[in-house]
C-alpha cells in the first residue's frame, strides 16, 4: 500500500538505463542554466535602494551609478569564468578546481561555501517569488510564508520524481521573462523620452534620516551584488552542451552577462526615471511594470513571468545542490547515502534535505527575501574568489602559450571578487552575514571528521597484512560453543533446537528464570522434547530477561577463554500482522539489538543465529 | 548514561525478593484504602447544589433531602460489600466476582468498567484537588491544568519509583481531613445554633431559572451518586489486613462508611445553613471554610488537606489500574507487556498509561471537575451492580446455612445500584455519560480480540500432534543451500564466509550490481579471498539492493524445491559508535528486515545468520 501511495506521487521506477544525457542547443541551454542569475534582476535593485533609502530620498539617486559599478563587476567575472570553462571542460565548479590547485582545505572551504549558497538560492528566489504575486494581489500577503513553504514543496516534489532539466519546458518562463522585461524596459524608456510617464505617487520617506555614509554606499553595493549569483552555473554544466561543448558554453555565457547587463541597468534607470521608492508591500519591479504597463493584462503577465523564473532559480539549487552532495559523499566527506541514486533516479537524500534546510530559513526569517539577503553572496563570492585562485594555479601549473596573460585575466577577477568579499562581509556582518561566517567553517570541520570516519572504518576493514591461505582452509566448528536462549517449549524452540545441534555437539539451551510457573512447567517438559540438549535455569533477582543472559555469556567466556563463546541461535517467532507484534515482549529482539553492540567481555564476536518460524494468523 | 539518569529518578533496581506484603492494623487500613471514598465529599455535594442551581436558589432547598437519600444509598452498597468480603476473603474485586459467577462477558464488562472508572478518578480527584488550591489562591487559577498535569506526574513517579502503600504515610493526610472535616462541621454547627454566623454574601443567581422538574432533581441525585465511588476499595485490599482479614475489614468497612455518612450530610447541612450558592471560582467546602474559620490557619490547613486527601485519591487509582490490567493481561486480555514487574517492582507499563488517559482528559476537560462529573460514576455503578448479582449466585451456588438471607441482601443492593444506575445513564447520558456508554463495549470488544490472538498463537505453537523421537534424530545439514550476501572483500565479508563454509558445503557469495566499479573490485579479488566459494553477481536495474537478493532467494527455492534455501549469513560491520551508523547505508539491517517479514515463495522458514565485525573506532 506505502508502496502504491509511492508511485502514484513520484512515479514508476526508473532503471539506471535511463539515465540519458540530452545534449542542449545553446538557446535550450541559456534557458536551463541563466534562470538564477537572470531572476536576480527582480530584486537587486530592490535590494540596493534599500539601503539607500535610509538616507533618505535624496540617496536613491547613487543606485544607477551602483547599479553600473555591479556591471563592470560582472563583466570581470564573466571573463574569468569564460576562461574557467575552457580550462576545465569537463565543469568546473569551484570546489573541483580549488581542491584540484589549492589542495583539500580550500576546496573544502569553497564547497562549504556553495552548499550554504545554494539554500539560500531556495529560500531567497521563493520569497522573492512569492512577493512578485502578492505585489500583484496584496490580499495574499498574510500569507507569505505559508506560499513559500508550498512553492518549495511544489518543487522538491516535481524534483523527487525527477524533473529532467528539458531544455523546451524551461524555454518558455525564461524568454518570457526576458521578453517582457525588455518589453518593459524598452516601452518604459520609449514613454520617459516622450514626456509621457508620471513619476510614481509621492511615498512617504523616513524624515529622520541618516547621512549617507560611506560605510552605507557600500553596504548598497554589496546587497546589489546578489545580481551576481548563478554566473557560475553555466561552468558547472558544460557537459550537457552540444559539441564543440567549451565553446558553446562560452558564447552562451557571454549572452547571459549581456541579457544580464542590459536588463539590471534598465530596471536601475526606470526605478529612477519613475523616483520609485521601495515600499513594504509591493516589489520595485510591481511599481515599474504597474506605472508603464497599467493594471491590465501585460502588467500581469510580467508578474508571473517573475515568479516562475524565481521558481526556476529555486529549481537549479535542486539539481546542484544533490550534485555536490553526491560528489563530496563520493569523495568521503559527507554520510554515503547522498550518494545513493532513488527509484527515479535522483538524489533522494540530497533533495529532502535542501528542502528542510531552505523550508526552514523561509521560517525563520519570515519569508522576506530582504532579511535573507544579508546572508546572501557571501559564500558566493567566496567560491568565486576560491575558484579565481585555483585557476591562477591551474594556468601557471599548465604552462603553455599565453598562460601568462590567462592568469593574469584571473588574477584581475580574483581580486576584484575578494575585494567585494571583503567588503560584503564588512556591511552586512551584523545583520546577518556572521551566521555563514560562523557556519562555513563549521561545515569544513564536520566534512573534516566524516572523512576521518571513513578513513578509519576502511583500514580496519582492510585486508592488508592477512594471509588468503589462512582463510582458504578447513573451518570445521563441530566444538563451538552454542547457547539457545528459551522462553518456552513449543514449535519455534524445537526449530531452534534443530538447527543449534547441526552447528555443534556442544549445545546449551537457557532460561531465564523470570516467571517461575512459565520456568517449572519448561523443565517439566525438557526430558519430552529438549533433543538431549542440557537445559540450564538462570536466576533474576531483578526481573530482566537480556541481563542475565548476557552475565551467563560474559561466564562462558571467561571459564574458557581459549574457545570461548561462539554462537548464540535465537527462536524467534514472527508474527502475521504488525500490529500482533504490540501484543508480545519482544524479548528475541531485544536480546538481538543487546548481543549485536556489545562484544563480549573478550572482546570476541559472537554470531547470532536467527531461527524465525512464522506465525499464519 | 541513559542508565544513571533512570536510577537517580526512579531508584536502584529492587530484587523480587523485595517484595514484602505489610500487614495493616485497621486504622492505618482505613488511611490507605478510603481516600478515594472520603475525598468525595469535597465535591459530592457541590455537584449536587450545581445541578439544582439550574432551577434558581430556591430549589437548593432539596439537596439535603438528596444527600439523605445517598446515605441510605451508601449504607445498602456498604452492607452489600460486607457479604463480599466475607464470601471472597482473598480479594473480591467486581471483575473476579462477575467473572466466577457470571462468565466471561460480565466479567469483561465490569473490567472494561472499572478501568474507565480508574482513569477518571484520577482526573477528577486532581482536579477537586487543584480546585481547593485555586479557592485559596485565585491567582493560580489561569493555571488549572498545567496544575493538574503537574500534579499528575508527580504522582506517576512516585508510583514508578513505588510507594509501598505505607500506613503511617497516608494516616497523616487522611486522618488530619477527617480531623478537619468534622472541626469545620462541629464548629460551624456550634457557631449556627448560637446563631453567630452570616450567610455567605448573596450571590447572582441565573434569573431566567428553569422549572425544577423530576428530571433535574434526578440529575441532581446522580451527580450526588459519585460520593459512593470507592466504597469498593476494601474488599480488593482484604489480604493486607492483619488476621483475621475478612473480620477486620468488614469492621474497617463499616468505620469509612460511618465517617463517608457524617462528612457528608454535615457538608450539605452547613452548605444550606449558610445559603451557599455555587460559583466558578471558589469551591463550595472553600466557601464554608471562610465562613466557619475565617481567613486564617485553619481555613488555610482545610485546603491544603483536602488536595492532599485528593491527590491520594488519585494515587488509589495507580495502584488499582495496573494491578487490574496485570491480571487482565495474565488471563490474556490485555497486552502482555502488561503484567512485566519493572525495576521497582511496579507494573511500569500499567502506570504510565493511567498517566496518560489522565492527562488527556484532564486537557480535553479543561482541568474542571465539574465537567468531568458526567462522565463518572456510571463504571462504578455497573461494576456494583454487576458484583452484587455475582454475589447473589454465589451464595446460592455456595449454599450452607442462611445463603438465602445473604442472597436477598445482595439482591436489594443489586436492585438499588441497578436502578441508580439507570437513573445515572438516563439524566448524564447528554452531559458526556454517552462516551463512557460507547467505549465500555468498545473495550470489552478489543480484550476479546487480544484474547482470540493469543489463543491462536498458542494453538500454532503447541506441540500437539508432533512426535518427540523426530525431532530428537541426527541433524547434519551439511547438504543445506547457503547463500552469503556481500557488498565489498573485507574482514567482515571474510569471517562471514568461513562460518558459511562451516554450514554446508553448497555455499553461494552474492553481490548486488548497484555500482559498477565496486562490483568490478569485488570480481578481480574475489579469486585469491573467495575461500573458493562461487560468487554471483545480480543485476540491479533499478538500483535496489534488497529487490533483486529476495528475487534470487525465491528462485533458489524454485529450483529446487526439494531442499530449497535454509540460511542466509550476513557480514555486518557494528559501528564503534551510535551516530557513525548515520554515516553508513545499514543495508544489512535492510536485507535482514525484509527477510524476516517475508516468508520465501514456498513458504519455508529461512535461518539467518549475523556474523558481526565490530569497529573500535
Known sequence: MLTNARQFLLGAPLPTSAEAHQR???????????????????????EILLVLVIAGSAALGLSLPLASVIVVLLIIVATSYYQTIHGYPSGGGAYIVAYDNLGVWPGLTAASALLIDYVLTVAVSTTAGVAAITSAFPDLLPWRVELCLVVIALITWANLRGVRESGT?????????VVLFLTLITVGALRQIAGDLDPAPAHQVDQAAKTLTLFLVLRAFASGCTALTGVEAISNGIPAFQKPEADNAGKTLIAMALLLAIMFLGISFLARALQIVPVGDQTVVSQIGRQVFGDGPLYLALQAATALILCLAANTSFADFPRLSAILARDRFLPRQLTNLGDRLVYTNGIVTLAVLASALV?????????LIPLYAVG??????????????HWRKQGGAGWRWKAIVNSVGAVATGVVLLV????????????????IPLFVWAFHAIHQHYVAVAAQLSLDGLEPEKWAGLASRKRQKVVVPISGVHRGTLAALRFARSLSRDVTAVIVDVEPQV??????????????VPLLTLASPYRSTVGPLLGYLDEVDRNDPERGLAVVVLPEFVAAK???ELLHNQTARMIKRALIYRRGKTGRDRVMVDVPYHLRR
Chains 1, 2 share one sequence.
Open 578 to 580: 504488525w500490529w500482533h
Open 363 to 371: 521560517l525563520i526569517f519570515g519569508g522576506r527575501t530582504h532579511r
Open 424 to 439: 560584503i562581509v564588512a556591511t552586512k556582518l551584523l545583520h546577518g552575514a556572521w551566521i555563514v561566517l560562523l557556519l
Open 519 to 532: 520456568t517449572a512447567r519448561v523443565q517439566e517438559r525438557w526430558p519430552q522434547w529438549g533433543q538431549d
Open 24 to 46: 542542449l542547443t545553446k538557446v535550450k541551454a541559456l534557458a536551463v542554466f541563466s534562470s538564477d542569475a537572470l531572476s536576480s534582476v527582480a530584486y537587486a535593485t530592490e
Open 380 to 393: 558566493v563570492f567566496l567560491s568565486f574568489t576560491l575558484s579565481q585562485v585555483g585557476m591562477v594555479r
Open 169 to 177: 519546458l524551461f524555454s518558455i518562463p525564461t524568454y518570457g521573462f
